[in-house]
T-cell receptor, first 111, second 113 residues
Framework: KNEVEQSPQNLTAQEGEFITINCSYS?????LHWLQQHPGGGIVSLFM???GKKKHGRLIATINIQEKHSSLHITASHPRDSAVYIC?????????????FGKGTKLSVKP | NAGVTQTPKFQVLKTGQSMTLQCAQD?????MSWYRQDPGMGLRLIHY???????DQGEVPNGYNVSRSTTEDFPLRLLSAAPSQTSVYFC????????????FGNGTRLTVT
């Protein structure tokens, strides 16, 4: 079983829809990261959170530490949001903070 | 402000050849790392460095070498390329291992025939 699981693997939405991408992890973590990989391949960091909720523009990330679950929400989705969204767990202990990545969720937003 | 610069963008090698993937950052970051991305798998850590002169292995280090002689540069060397090393490689950096955000280079698509 992967230590970081994302769902769904693929997601198609119509412009304007509210989108949720889920991330579950099985390891103890110090933080959870959300990243965006553009169709051209570049990767940018969206959020790092260790509790509660963070918001940036139309993107909202939440985390429930007890349930070991995080969600990324996109409000009023737009075709330019089409990308692969990746969550990554930053864990404690021996590997001292190295990231464990999920496989990504490929989002396609249709006009 | 260039951020993280990775070269080359594309490379084709024959089995057994060696090459170096270059990574440089101009943000004075202590932490630098190399990942590979394969279809159907998450990014996997190859090697990382927490500062000049300090490197350590990640999840998939076999077949790769790194060095960190300066804060800015963190090259990844393939000693004897194998088809299993066909992948997209990303270099990333951050102020420290636990300080966001993680800045990524644009990737190198490597094909080994």
């Amino acid at each position: 079983k992967n230590e970081v699981e994302q769902s769904p693997q693929n997601l198609t939405a119509q412009e304007g829809e509210f989108i949720t991408i889920n991330c579950s992890y099985s390891v103890g973590i110090s933080a959870l990261h959300w990243l965006q990989q553009h169709p051209g391949g570049g990767i940018v960091s969206l959020f790092m959170l260790s509790s509660g909720k963070k918001k940036h523009g139309r993107l909202i990330a939440t985390i429930n530490i007890q349930e070991k679950h995080s969600s990324l929400h996109i409000t009023a989705s737009h075709p330019r949001d089409s990308a692969v969204y990746i969550c990554a767990a930053q864990n404690y202990g021996g590997s001292q903070g190295n990231l464990i990545f999920g496989k990504g969720t490929k989002l396609s937003v249709k006009p | 402000n260039a951020g993280v610069t990775q070269t080359p963008k594309f490379q084709v090698l024959k089995t057994g050849q060696s090459m170096t993937l270059q990574c440089a950052q101009d943000m004075n970051h202590e932490y630098m790392s190399w990942y590979r991305q394969d279809p159907g798998m998450g990014l996997r850590l190859i090697h990382y460095s927490v500062g000049a002169g300090i490197t350590d292995q990640g999840e998939v280090p076999n077949g790769y070498n790194v060095s960190r002689s300066t804060t800015e540069d963190f090259p990844l060397r393939l000693l004897s390329a194998a088809p299993s090393q066909t992948s997209v490689y990303f270099c990333a950096s951050s102020y420290t291992r636990v300080s966001p955000p993680l800045h990524f280079g644009n990737g190198t698509r490597l094909t080994v025939t």
